[in-house]
């Protein structure tokens, strides 16, 4: 089994002069969800290379079992250091993709044409996509075979609204995730702010924040075995 993970090459939290970028939880859980199953990974981003870690994802009260083994983990972290390009992948040869969040992604992978052709071309050849957090914000200019937004009527979440606000980042993010599911024709539903929830609707899978990474991961993982 092959799973492609694609990450943001976004570094610059808006005009805050703060840093973002992927978070670390959100990659970790996941990584190794699907490397102690034995799947095979192959990890891209825009401009490939070392995508930028959210600096604040790496903090101790962020951290997590999986993020400090992730940190620990040379073989992990090499990988992470050389991501190939997005341009140059296609769907060919994996059985499906998972898109980490942070907040880097609202800037670039929702309006990245490679990242749209690469979930439409997933989504035409029956294979499911997993998108977590922020990363579902990736779907808004997504398009189904039948073309249609790939969200429309479909169960689906993302980063809700009341944890954005949480953050205190309404007013700085591109666009807030809910509202772009909504707004595109998903049917949105979420969890308790910072809990896990995660929503599957055919081969689409989303996962409404950081804790939801590794779960939505597991489920990806069982539709892939179950096919």
């Known amino acids: ?25 959100e990659l970790a859980a996941p990584y190794y969800v699907f490397k102690d199953a034995g799947v095979e990974m192959v990890l ?56 980490p969040g942070g907040h880097g992604p609202m800037w670039d992978l929702a309006e990245d ?25 990736a779907l808004r200019h997504v398009k189904g075979p039948d073309g249609e937004f790939l969200v429309k009527g479909k169960k689906v979440t993302g980063f809700s609204n009341s944890e954005e606000e949480g953050v205190g980042l309404t007013k700085v993010v591109p666009f807030l995730v809910e509202d772009e599911l909504k ?5 949105y539903s979420k969890g308790p702010d910072w809990a896990s929830y995660v929503l599957e609707d055919g081969l689409l899978i989303t996962g409404q924040n ?16 179950s096919k």
């Open 1 to 25: 089994m092959k799973i492609l993970i694609v990450l943001t090459s976004h570094a610059q939290l808006g005009n805050t002069g703060r840093k973002t970028g992927f978070w670390l939880e």
């Open 183 to 187: 707004a595109k024709g998903g049917i």
């Open 210 to 225: 950081p804790a939801s990474s590794g779960p939505g991961a597991k489920a990806l993982l069982e539709r892939l075995n």
């Open 44 to 99: 891209v981003s825009p401009k490939g290379g070392q995508p930028p870690l959210d600096p604040k994802s790496n903090e101790p009260s962020f951290q997590t079992e999986l993020t400090r083994r992730f940190e620990a983990d040379a073989e992990a972290k090499a990988v992470l250091a050389n991501t190939g390009k997005l341009s140059e992948v296609t769907q060919d040869g994996f059985d499906s993709v998972f898109y």
């Open 113 to 137: 044409p490679d990242s749209v052709r690469l979930l439409e071309s997933m989504a035409a050849a029956g294979k499911p996509v997993a998108l977590v957090c922020h990363a579902p914000g």
